[in-house]
């Protein structure tokens, strides 16, 4: 069983930046695959990042792409998103998951945070 909370959204300008962070509880963090989503008012929940279980590897979507970069810190049971030249289409609640595959398809994440919110103002 793994355990997420989301922390560090806001309302920001564009160009602005933020860090997300996910705090994990439970002992088998390590042993999973993370990845961060979001959703937008209106649209379906897409991903955003993922990285493997001790953070060699790592994939983003097109539209965060050299903007956001995934890392976690298997001591603090935490992953980040630093989300930078934040745009407002990157407006949506940012969601952290859990899963026992590495893959960018949200049903293959067991677990999920709550979710924290980011407005980019324009």
């Known amino acids: 069983q793994v355990q997420l909370v989301e922390s560090g959204g806001g309302l920001v300008q564009a160009g602005d930046s933020l860090r997300l962070s996910c705090a994990a509880s439970?002992?088998?963090?390590?042993?999973?695959?993370m990845g961060w989503f979001r959703q937008a008012p209106g649209k379906e929940r897409e991903f955003v990042a993922r990285?493997?279980?001790?953070?060699?590897?790592?994939y983003y979507a097109d539209s965060v792409k050299g903007r956001f970069t995934i890392s976690r810190d298997n001591a603090k049971n935490t992953v980040y998103l630093q989300m930078n030249s934040l745009k407002p289409e990157d407006t949506a609640v940012y969601y952290c998951?859990?899963?026992?595959?590495?893959?960018?398809?949200?049903?293959?994440?067991?677990?999920w945070g709550q979710g924290t919110q980011v407005t980019v103002s324009s």
């Open positions: 990285i493997s279980w001790k953070g060699a590897n790592t």
């Open positions: 439970g002992r088998t963090f390590s042993s999973n695959a």
């Open positions: 998951a859990a899963s026992q595959v590495l893959t960018t398809t949200p049903t293959w994440y067991s677990y």
